[in-house]
């Protein structure tokens, strides 16, 4: 069975991301734990959704952290042309379905991703799914092609 869904984590590595935002835990290595747990948690989601692939978007080379999904190098100046070539390298892989999180979502589960890949699977000439978030932004960003130019 071929796989055409994927779920694309947009991260650093968990020393980076603890680095940049220590969540208030004093030292960076506290938060780093914390990052590193979160990936876990998504790798254990992703696993629970049969014909969803794990892709993980970081800068730079393949990193130990990210071993059990297959590695999206970042690319681009910033974090909206990063994200937009993550999208569209992750749909010159040949999937049809891509979901877009970011390493910093607990509440994440099997069902709510699940969901995602449903909706665009039954979304007509739609190409989006968003995820709100209680801030008032998005936790999930879901596509059935890439943005246009």
């Known amino acids: 069975m071929k796989v055409t869904s994927a779920l694309v984590v947009f ?5 980076a991301e603890g680095r940049r935002k220590p969540l208030g835990l004093g030292r960076p290595e506290r938060a780093a734990g914390v990052y590193a747990a979160l990936l876990g948690h998504l790798e254990g989601v992703c696993s629970d959704l049969p014909g969803v692939d794990l ?19 970042q690319r681009g100046t910033g974090f909206g ?8 390298d992750a749909f010159a892989l ?21 969901a995602a ?3 665009l699977e039954n979304r007509g000439p739609q190409m989006a799914v968003l ?3 209680r ?7 879901g596509l059935t092609r890439p943005c246009p130019q």
């Not at 991260?11 to 020393?15: A, D, E, V």
């Not at 892709?55 to 190098?73: D, E, I, M, N, Q």
């Not at 042309?81 to 569209?88: C, I, P, Q, W, Y």
């Open 131 to 133: 995820g709100p978030a």
């Open 94 to 114: 040949g999937y049809e379905r891509i979901v877009v999180i970011g390493n910093d979502t607990p509440e994440i589960s099997t069902d709510y991703l699940r």
């Open 11 to 15: 991260t650093l590595s968990p020393k």
């Open 55 to 73: 892709l993980v978007s970081t800068p730079g080379k393949r990193a130990p952290f990210c071993l059990a999904a297959r590695h999206l190098p």
């Open 117 to 119: 890949f449903d909706q």
């Open 81 to 88: 042309d990063s994200l937009k070539l993550a999208v569209e």
């Open 135 to 141: 801030d008032g932004g998005y936790t999930l960003l």
